[in-house]
């Protein structure tokens, strides 16, 4: 089951209002690389993972991304809170007030919904812990590109924590793949199933 | 802006992160022995902090993870956000 622990993940300052940076961050809050996605993509894939340890893993980087999400909405909350009706209006969060005022509704920057075709889940470890790894990767790219059209201190280094743990899960998720593929193939038998499916595949795809 | 975060606010996040970082290290390295001392010594040391937190502010956790004076303590501001 999930807790939650009534502190984020990292202290969130925001030193300015500045709506149209919040439409932009709002990029990581329901973005195709964003926290929602991130987080959902590990909780879904942690079922079938052969090893323990990845089981482990997916739920704790699954759980943190949780974590960054609330993190990315507190700083989408902070630089509109107390925004005027004026500086809403002449700024691209006009278009995202219109519908959902000042909540940090999870969009992307160009206002596109959240949807979870943003990641996939396959029932194949290697396939998905591939998926993770460039996810991480992706989301470092965000995180950078956020970082350049930012100029709020505060923001900035709430943004610089979030890019580092893209770095770590990328590397811990780098580790994982090799456990796992060391276990698959010094335990080919245990995979029978699988192998089974891409038989009948290919049968299927010469008939 | 003013923030409301102080030292000993701080410090347990700071605790915890660590002990994020470790877990996640251990996950993938369950056999270094150097990483499981730390996390076991950080453990202790978040404990501490916990216990001192919850004494003064109620839960920090919910759903059975600390005991409340009365009235109700957990409903108490501030949120995470609004800090």
Redesign the interface.
Known sequence: ?F?????????????STNPALAELILEQLGGADGEAAAGLRYLTQRYYMPLP?AR??LT??GT?ELSHW?MI??IV??LVEHASDEQIKNSPYAAHFANHGRNPFPHNAAGVPFTASYFNAKTDPIADLHEDMAAEQKARATYEHLIRMSNDH?VNQALSFLREREV??FQ?FG??LN?VQDYMFSNKHKYDNMKMDNMVMENNVMR | ?T?R?NEE??K??AL??AI??L???L????ESEQALQDYNRLIEQFEVAKKMYIEKHG?????G?GKSRFPWQ?VNEP???D?
Do not use: C, S
């Open positions: 089951m807790l939650y622990q009534k502190t984020l993940q990292f202290p969130v300052r925001v030193d340890e482990a893993l704790d980087i943190e609330e909405a507190t909350w902070k505060g770590v899960h811990r580790e994982m456990k | 802006m923030t975060y606010f701080e347990l996040m915890q992160f994020v970082e877990n996640l290290f996950d993938t390295h369950p839960p920090l956790v919910n759903f993870y957990w949120w995470p956000w800090m």
